[in-house]
């Protein structure tokens, strides 16, 4: 199938870009483990076929995981005591980023239960699992993400007012529009807005002097800078790994980051700029071609799908704008639960919606 074909050979051509820079700078075999999920694409492809879960099992699924996140966050924060919610991944960024994609597939679900008039319960739930989400995020105070929270306001007042005039619609928009700033208002003030203002603090310093005063911003504009330096001196396959994240280390001697930098730091923490030092315009094309895969195979079965699978279409979409967003404040696909979630749920969301029939239940099984 046309959607199958464009994700397979998306995810094939990434494969190929990892393994071919390795065979040519000679990598130990653990450098090719993080290609392994996307290796195993087809065989979950088929798996779903076999076996596919009930549409109304999964979205449930997804909400109570986005409210268990939500809790955690909330319990680690306001009875723990912990800085930031980090929940069971020892770092608050993939927590906080992960809980956002469950928030926005407990949206899909809302979205599936309200045009099937399903009970209210369900829906209720679905919107406690979009909260919980939210929820999670803030108290991770994982900023980089935060695009998704309004971008997930945008979709569903979208779609919820399908059947509206145009007028009303864009209304909706406006008023989504206004009401952001004051969510983020009302949200922990320590965990979002002095971080947002300390970041936006760090980012006009590096602009006007470029110093590098705190540990989020102004420190990844000049990450940012030194890798695309590094990149237009070899341009084609990019540096050897060791080599360009001791030149990294090396560059930012010359200033005063040990209070905000781990000793063992050895990212760039941008998708983009990992690629393009690490892998040239070789890498680069290979993670192009990885994303286009899977956003044009969902696109298709969004426009084109049966109208019971849109919902998983758009939740597809959904993850792999959130995923190339999250890419541009750390280099998501060189974290195991970013990758294990990303290529799981896209395998799981493309094969339901191209092989599940609109009133599919899984039959009861000994």
Request: aromatic share 14%; net charge positive; hydrophobic share 55%.
């Amino acid at each position: 199938m046309a959607a199958t074909r464009w994700l397979v050979a998306g995810v094939l051509a990434y494969v190929a870009s990892i393994v071919g820079l390795g065979l040519l700078y000679g990598y130990p075999l653990k450098y090719y483990e993080p290609v392994l999920p996307f290796v195993l694409v087809p065989a979950m492809l088929v798996g779903v076929r076999r076996w596919m879960p009930d549409q109304c099992s999964m979205w449930l699924g997804l909400a109570l995981g986005a409210v268990l996140a939500g809790g955690v966050a909330w319990f680690q924060v306001y009875v723990a005591g912990t800085p930031r919610a980090f929940g069971a991944h020892g770092n608050p960024i993939p927590f906080g980023h992960i809980a956002l994609m469950l928030s926005g597939a407990s949206m899909c679900g809302f979205l599936y239960f309200s045009r099937r008039r399903e009970s209210l319960a369900l829906r209720m739930l679905c919107l406690a699992g979009v909260a919980g989400g939210f929820v999670a995020s803030f108290l991770s105070g994982s900023k980089g993400g935060w695009f998704a929270i309004f971008l997930i306001f945008l979709i569903w007042g979208w779609r919820v007012t399908a059947c509206r005039p145009m007028a009303v619609r864009l209304a909706g928009v406006v008023a989504i529009c206004a009401a952001f700033p004051l969510l983020l208002w009302l949200a922990p003030r320590e965990l979002v807005w002095d971080r947002l203002v300390g970041g936006l603090d760090g980012a006009l310093h590096w602009f006007s002097a470029g110093d590098v005063t705190e540990g989020s911003v102004s420190i990844r504009f000049e990450i940012w800078r030194f890798g695309l330096s590094q990149f237009w001196e070899r341009p084609l396959f990019g540096w050897p790994q060791s080599e360009a994240v001791a030149a990294m280390r090396e560059h930012l001697r010359q200033f005063d980051v040990h209070a905000v930098l781990p000793p063992n730091f050895g990212t760039f923490d941008n998708l983009l700029v990992e690629t393009l030092i690490g892998g040239g315009l070789v890498g680069l094309l290979g993670l192009v071609s990885l994303f286009v895969g899977v956003l044009v195979a969902f696109a298709r079965l969004y426009l084109r799908g049966a109208a019971d699978h849109r919902e998983m279409a758009l939740a597809g979409l959904l993850m792999a704008v959130f995923v190339l967003g999250y890419g541009l404040s750390v280099d998501v696909l060189g974290i195991n639960a970013f990758r294990q979630v990303f290529v799981s749920w896209s395998a799981l969301w493309l094969g339901m919606s191209l092989w599940a029939p609109a009133d599919w239940r899984r039959p009861e099984t000994r």
